[in-house]
C-alpha cells in the first residue's frame, strides 16, 4: 500500500472531464498522489476537444486512453470522484465520495469547453488542499 493518496475521477466516456481532471492532478501535484481515471463505458478516444484545452494549459493528455471502471480501481482508491455518471458508480462503504456536476465536454466546441477545463482545475486544486498535497507551480 502506497503512504501517497489516491483518487479515481469517472465519468461516462472517460474521455473528457475525468481525464481533464486527470490531467490537472499530474500538473499540480506530480507523483505524490496516485491517479487513475475511468468510465462506465469509455470512448474508443479522448475527446479532441479536451486534448486542446488542456494542451492550452500546459497538460499534455494526448497519451491518455479511455478505460473501464473496475471494481479494483474504487476498491484501491481513498477518494472517488463521479463526474455525471449518476447510478451507474460503483459506491463501497467506507470509500470517500464526491460528485462534481459539471457540463460534458463532448461535441462541444473549444469556447464551450475551457470553463469546463478551469472549473475542474480549481476543483482538483481544492482537493488537493483538502489532501494536504501542496501545489506545485
Known sequence: MSDKPSVLFVCVHNAGRSQMAAGW??????????????GTEPAAAVNPVAVEAMAEVGVDITA????????????TSDVVITMGCGDTCPVLPGKRYLDWELADPAGRPLDEVRPVRDDIGRRVEGLLADLGVPVRR
Open 64 to 75: 491518455a486512453q479511455p478505460r473501464v471502471l473496475t471494481l479494483d480501481a474504487v476498491e
Open 25 to 38: 492532478v499530474a500538473l499540480l501535484a506530480g507523483d505524490r498522489v496516485e491517479v487513475r481515471s475511468a
